[in-house]
Nanobody, 125 residues
Framework: QVQLVESGGGLVQAGGSLRLSCTASGRTVSSYAMGWFRQAPGQERKFVAGISQSGGRTVYADSLKGRFTISRDNAKNTVYLQMNSLKPEDTAVYYC??????????????????WGQGTQVTVSS
């Protein structure tokens, strides 16, 4: 299995931006489709964005299209989530996850094989 570590979370004012990173070890991240999920207090974990092994295909939660961008640098074994125009409702713990499935980007958490520990994002109003 691949080990994942997220970073880049923090406190930001509404309208600001953050870039989250997810660095993999143990196995090359290029073998995996990658996803970002988030979980707010008292809520279930929800899909944010996903990217194919090559980076050629991406999928986003409908409500986040245009504000969030997922990308990857397989040479650095890292996946990114650029978050712009942040809103207080974006406050959550953000998790990256790896999925060994080919030819599909899953949007449900149970399809993902490995998870990071999460990074807190707090957006103040």
């Amino acid at each position: 299995q691949v080990q994942l570590v997220e970073s880049g979370g923090g406190l930001v004012q509404a309208g600001g931006s953050l870039r989250l990173s997810c660095t993999a070890s143990g196995r090359t991240v290029s073998s995996y489709a990658m996803g970002w999920f988030r979980q707010a207090p008292g809520q279930e974990r929800k899909f944010v964005a996903g990217i194919s092994q090559s980076g050629g295909r991406t999928v986003y939660a409908d409500s986040l299209k245009g504000r969030f961008t997922i990308s990857r640098d397989n040479a650095k074994n890292t996946v990114y989530l650029q978050m712009n125009s942040l809103k207080p409702e974006d406050t959550a713990v953000y998790y990256c996850a790896a999925d060994a499935s080919l030819w599909i980007i899953h949007t449900t958490s149970n399809e993902y094989d490995s998870w990071g520990q999460g990074t807190q994002v707090t957006v103040s109003s």
